[in-house]
């Protein structure tokens, strides 16, 4: 596994996240706008991960109307700019797109399973000829497609379709996110870093991961024991934990999940092993 973090595309954001030792950048392209500056400055960006050896770990895109309210059908003006967006995925050498699909209202459960099925398919096979994963976020910004229950109903019509997870989604909900990675956790393709604080039972604060009350040690237990080799991204997304508060926050959690990563190369030869007992 790899630590990194949701940043930008200008060098800046590259030298910061270099900075604190990261592995990756993950970019979130929720303004359409953006995708025309990113391919704008496409050979900059590719010049910059070269620089400072920072790969685009994931590209995702949250909150849009995948499926179209008025005829329950795919809205092609958003899957061209979801194919954009997994064109950039190729051009800068990134693994995984993630995307969600919205709740049609006016149509039965069934319905809007069979649409999530038939724009998730279309995605997947564009992403596929180029060696690109689609993920599906859990978080329930205008997605459906967040949970088990559904989960069980589209997943499996969706051959390689994978979860981009974030333990908070699943508490928020009053879900069990040890069980969910357990269930599921063999479908994740990139993972969430973002800490959640509850007080009786409602949330408190995003806070940074290490400094709230998710069950981390036991989260990351199971990811190794599925064999996740994935990204682990840090997302800051506290109201209090801003400036330079916020900014030490970051590092605290940096140091707080890389205790939780066994190295890459970490050997026999580079540790003491304490005798088993009986």
């Known amino acids: ?5 949701i ?27 953006d995708i025309e500056n990113i391919n704008n400055d496409i050979e900059n960006i590719k010049g910059y991960i070269a620089k400072y050896n920072m790969p685009i770990a994931s590209i995702g895109s949250w909150g849009h109307n995948r499926i179209d309210p008025e005829t329950g059908d795919i809205n092609k003006v958003e899957f061209d700019y979801d194919a ?15 995307t969600g699909v919205n709740y049609v209202k006016d149509m039965t459960l069934l319905d809007n399973c ?50 981009k997870y974030d333990t908070s989604h699943c508490r928020n909900r009053r879900g069990d996110y040890i069980d969910e990675a357990v269930r599921y956790g063999d479908k994740f393709y990139h993972v969430h870093i973002k800490g959640h604080l509850r007080v009786k ?25 599925k064999n996740y080799d994935g990204g682990l991204s840090i997302e ?5 934990w801003k400036g330079l508060k916020g900014q030490w926050g970051v590092d605290y959690t940096i140091n707080f999940m890389r205790n939780l990563i066994m190295p890459a190369d970490y050997t026999e030869e580079s540790t003491t092993y304490m005798p088993s007992g009986n």
């Not at 596994?1 to 973090?5: A, C, E, Q, Y």
């Not at 954009?84 to 993630?98: H, R, Y």
């Open 1 to 5: 596994m790899k630590l990194g973090i």
């Open 7 to 33: 940043n930008g595309w200008a060098e800046s954001c590259f030298q910061y996240v270099s900075s604190r030792k990261l592995e990756f950048i993950e970019w979130c392209v929720n303004n359409r706008k």
């Open 84 to 98: 954009q967006l997994v064109d950039i995925c190729e051009k800068v050498g990134c693994p995984v797109f993630v």
């Open 114 to 163: 069979n649409a999530a099925v038939k724009y998730l398919k279309a995605i997947v096979e564009y992403a596929s000829a180029k060696g690109i994963k689609v993920a599906v976020y859990n978080c329930d910004w205008n997605n459906y497609v967040c949970e088990p229950k559904i989960w069980d109903l589209v997943l499996p019509n969706v051959p390689g379709l994978g979860i």
């Open 201 to 225: 039972g409602e949330g408190y604060d995003d806070a940074p991961a290490g400094l709230d009350d998710t069950n981390w040690p036991a989260f990351m237990d199971v990811l190794y024991t």
């Open 236 to 240: 800051p997304h506290s109201n209090y």
